[in-house]
């Protein structure tokens, strides 16, 4: 009897206790649509830096237009998901100040599905858009 409360406590107990790693987690109604989106604009690599501009990052996020505000949006992001205001500052802060190549993979993540849910001029999943990209029918639960 033992054995299975404590197998039906760990199915419903939380995959992570880490903000950051909850935070960084895409929707499965996301997933085919950002497996996609990183395969076509970095191959996965979280280092990644474009060749003919700004674009950093596995997501490509134009590093100078973005850094600043996508801070932010992780910051709130992390707040979503249990992290202190004081720590999700300190977080924001390191952000503004480093390279979105530069960032943790979970910080890149976490802003990718903060883009993909927000609501406003900063939203969607139209900043990766691309003409005849197989992408675009895959947008599923995005906004």
Not at 9 to 19: E, H, N, Y
Not at 34 to 40: D, L, T
Not at 77 to 101: D, N
Request: charged share 15%.
């Amino acid at each position: 009897m033992g054995a299975v409360v404590l197998a039906a406590a760990l199915l419903v107990a939380p995959a992570s206790t880490d903000p950051a790693a909850s935070a960084a987690v895409i929707p499965s109604s996301q997933q085919a649509f950002a497996e996609c989106v990183s395969q076509r604009e970095s191959h996965g690599n979280y280092k990644a830096r474009g060749s003919d501009s700004s674009s950093a990052g596995r997501w490509q996020f134009l590093d100078r237009p973005w850094r600043n505000g996508l801070s932010y949006m992780v910051a709130a992001r992390l707040r979503e998901f249990g992290m202190s205001g004081p720590q999700s500052k300190r977080v924001r802060i390191h952000l503004q100040s480093t390279h979105i190549a530069a960032w943790e993979p979970n910080y890149q993540d976490a802003a990718f599905v903060a883009v993909l849910n927000a609501r406003g001029p900063w939203s969607g999943w139209k900043h990766w858009y691309l003409a005849g990209s197989r992408c675009n029918a895959l947008v599923g639960g995005t906004s």
